[in-house]
């Protein structure tokens, strides 16, 4: 394998700022186009707290604020490309000799002992589906909540899936229960297996959702004792923290235990801020796991 300076995670940040102009423009202009989709299923009377404004955006404070998550998908990315350069530059300043121009002449020795690496980075296709999959949960919630139609709908779900799914089979991965290409047979297969039960069991997508968090919490706790790496649990416990607190919002929310519809202020769009400051958390947790060099 050829050493190369990273630039996949430049691409993935490019994905989701192009995709986040478009969604941010199209949405307002493209009202008359949803109008007469299939609604969704909490429509009319069970849709949160935020009161319908049937005109372009439905519910503007939930779907403005679902572009958190966006910008946690590119603040991943970004943080991927830094630590990408720098495991680089660590491998190059090893093994490579300095007079050497042309890096990318060299080969990489791959698995050496000699070099702390990254496990997020140990395959970039791993960083690529997490900050997408979060960014998308932002794109496809603002559609869903800016449309309130079951397209919407199944895509927002579809997003939530893919992250979860992500947190499952990157634990099962990197306690090598998956090879890499395991690892993508798996993901495809099961979100398939899931877009379509949730397209034929709508009213089954958050108990589906809850079990698989606790799948995923539980393959991780699997992994970790098993595991000889580094990791700062810390941020893991501050991204349950948040999920935890984001969990108690929605409920009161879905519930309108507290419920003001018209105000700016909503507990769904808190929700989405605190699910995104979970994901960054996660993404800190993953990128503070390495493995230590052996002689």
């Known amino acids: ?60 404070a939930n779907t403005w604020s679902s572009f958190g998550f966006v910008f946690v998908g590119m603040w991943i990315f970004h943080r991927l490309d830094i630590e990408a350069q720098l495991q680089y530059h660590r491998i190059k300043n090893t093994y490579l000799r300095e007079d050497v121009g042309d890096w990318g002449q060299w080969s990489l020795p791959l698995g050496s002992p000699r070099v702390v690496q990254k496990t997020l980075l140990s395959s970039s296709w791993f960083g690529l589906i997490l900050g997408l999959a979060v960014g998308w949960v932002g794109w496809f919630s603002a559609v869903y909540h800016a449309t309130m139609r079951f397209v919407g709908q199944w895509l927002d779900i579809a997003a939530m899936y893919l992250l979860v799914t992500f947190v499952l089979l990157y634990a099962l991965a990197r306690g090598g229960w998956l090879t890499g290409k395991g690892f993508a047979m798996a993901y495809f297969s099961l979100n398939a297996g899931l877009g379509i039960l949730q397209a034929q069991f709508p009213h089954a997508r958050r108990s589906i959702f809850g079990l698989l968090i606790v799948s995923a919490l ?15 649990h810390s941020w893991m416990i501050a991204a349950l923290l948040c999920l935890l607190t984001a969990f108690g919002v929605w409920y009161v929310d879905l519930h309108k235990l507290h419920c003001s519809p018209y105000s700016i202020v909503q507990g769904h769009a808190i929700w989405h801020l605190l699910c995104a400051a979970a994901a960054a958390c996660l993404a800190r947790y993953y990128l503070s796991e390495d493995h230590p060099p052996h002689s």
């Open 218 to 232: 539980l393959a991780e706790i699997w992994q970790r004792r098993q595991s000889v790496s580094r990791i700062d």
């Open 1 to 60: 394998m050829r050493l190369q300076p990273p630039q996949v995670y430049m691409g993935g940040l490019g994905i989701l700022v192009g995709g986040t102009a478009f969604v941010m423009v199209a949405l307002p202009r493209l009202a008359q186009l949803w109008q007469s989709w299939a609604p969704a299923t909490c429509m009319p009377h069970d849709c949160f707290c935020e009161a319908l404004r049937f005109g372009q955006i439905m519910q503007p």
